[in-house]
């Protein structure tokens, strides 16, 4: 199951069996969908440069692109013989992408983190998606029939929890053919066990948690089929085709090879991470998770091997693991994570255990990142991965920080008394002939 971008619903993936029939059929729906995207794109361009040279403020919504489809369709014949049902949800997903590229050019963001506006699909590079709405499927003795004659076979590998409201037919880098159904999304709770778990990424090993037996160790499976992989990248290699000339049929063959053993690999790395989360799930309640973004380490000397621990990948499966089974998953914010005491609240100098804040019980085993007590200041020795500390809580952890200093008897009580409560402890060679001198700067010869 995969979450949706809206909440309260969920997507449900099958493979297809696709026919030759049907395959034609599709490729042809796309080709007219494909067209409706790019026409739509040129659209945009075309209006933004009128009002760069005019100065005038017009708009190409999806209310102008919906006029602009239905002329097409009266003009065109080959545009009216597909169906309408995902020419229209085109133009509705290319008026996302549009906003969300014009929001984020509003919101001053860097370029690296812009959207971009939708860009022109080409016929070799674009792989086949189509959007049903209700009105454009049904589902019937186990087949999903398409608006426009189009009927597939189902892999049923489990079945729905309620009827679906859209579904999306695609194709992936091997030519293999899915659907996704949306459906309304479903809790399905699990037995409370009382326990909490906090999760620190890392490169040397995937997942450090405070629980010996949850820890997730690099797999490296990325590792294990680089020779394959090496082996079809210089077979590409030898056949590559001269630009603007198509590949050949051993060329063609060896990036097909290269996909599916990319493909295999990714496979692995996602049934790795959503087996550990679903684990991690069904033994605690409440999950401190760190919102580490590993997009940072591609342009480090760790980037081969953060990219086989696909960290990003098992967060989201843990993040969607908890959704789907009602946890409390909180995202904690990965700066000084490893250095805050839980106890003392104090930010020590180097990495702290990885344990969870509460006290353990007396009689529980303790755990192999707990046998270190590396903070001199506070006894414990505990890394902050408490959900949502109390405000008294924090009141009083704050209070430890810094003790205020005895009052001393004779000042107590007395008028003159000027003694303030807040002054610090004075330097112990402050007035004193005895503190050591201070060494000068050694002084850098000037160059002749």
Same mark, same amino acid.
């Given at each position: 199951m995969r979450a949706a971008a809206e909440a309260g619903h969920a997507r449900y993936a099958y493979r297809l069996r696709v026919s030759s029939a049907a395959r034609t059929v599709l490729l042809a729906e796309w080709d007219r969908c494909r067209w409706v995207w790019n026409e739509c794109a040129a659209k945009s361009r075309a209006v933004h440069l009128h009002n760069r040279a005019t100065g005038e403020k017009k708009t190409c919504g999806p209310a102008q692109l919906d006029r602009m489809l239905t002329e097409?369709?009266?003009?065109?014949?080959?545009?009216?013989?597909?169906?309408?049902?995902?020419q229209q949800q085109v133009i509705r997903d290319f008026g996302k992408s549009r906003a969300k590229a014009q929001k984020d050019i509003r919101e001053g963001l860097p370029v690296r983190q812009r959207a971009g506006m939708p860009k022109w699909k080409t016929k070799r590079e674009a792989l086949p998606t189509l959007n049903y709405t209700q009105r454009g499927f049904r589902l019937k003795d186990g087949r999903l029939h398409l608006a426009g004659g189009?009927?597939?076979v189902v892999v049923w590998s489990r079945d729905l929890p309620?009827?679906?409201s859209s579904v999306r037919v695609y194709q992936d880098s091997l030519g293999h053919w899915y659907c996704s159904f949306v459906v309304p999304f479903e809790v399905q709770t699990l037995p409370e066990t009382g326990r909490v778990l906090g999760v620190d990424w890392g490169v040397k090993e995937t997942a450090t948690t405070t629980s010996d037996a949850h820890d997730l160790p690099h797999a490296e499976h990325g590792k294990k089929a680089k020779k394959k992989l090496t082996r079809y990248d210089r077979m590409m290699a030898r056949r590559k085709p001269k630009k603007g000339q198509p590949g050949s049929k051993g060329y063609r063959e060896a990036k097909k090879l290269r996909a599916k053993a990319h493909k295999k690999v990714a496979r692995q790395r996602e049934d790795t991470? +959503? &087996?550990w989360a679903k684990k991690v799930v069904r033994d605690h309640d409440a999950i401190a998770v760190e919102d580490f973004r590993p997009k940072f380490l591609a342009?480090?000397?760790?980037? +081969? &091997?953060?990219?086989?621990?696909a960290i990003g990948a098992t967060k989201a499966a843990l993040i969607e693991m908890g959704r789907k089974h009602g946890r409390d998953i909180r995202l904690v914010h990965p700066a000084h994570t490893t250095m805050d005491c839980a106890h003392c609240d104090a930010r020590a100098k180097h990495v702290l255990p990885l344990v969870s804040a509460p006290t353990p019980a007396p009689h529980a085993e303790p755990s192999a990142h707990a046998t270190r007590t590396p903070h001199a200041s506070c006894s414990s020795g505990l890394v902050s991965t408490r959900l949502v500390p109390m405000a008294e809580d924090l009141l009083e952890r704050r209070s430890r920080r810094r003790p205020e200093p005895e009052i001393p008897p004779a000042l107590q009580g007395g008028e003159d008394s000027n003694y303030d409560q807040r002054t610090r402890p004075s330097h112990p060679h402050k007035d004193s002939t005895t503190c050591p001198p201070r060494r000068a700067a050694p002084r850098r010869a000037r160059r002749e």
């Open positions: 097409a369709r009266k003009t065109t014949p080959w545009l009216r013989g597909g169906s309408s049902v995902p189009i009927v597939v309620a009827e679906p991470g +959503r &087996k342009r480090s000397t760790m980037a +081969r &091997k953060a990219a086989d621990a």
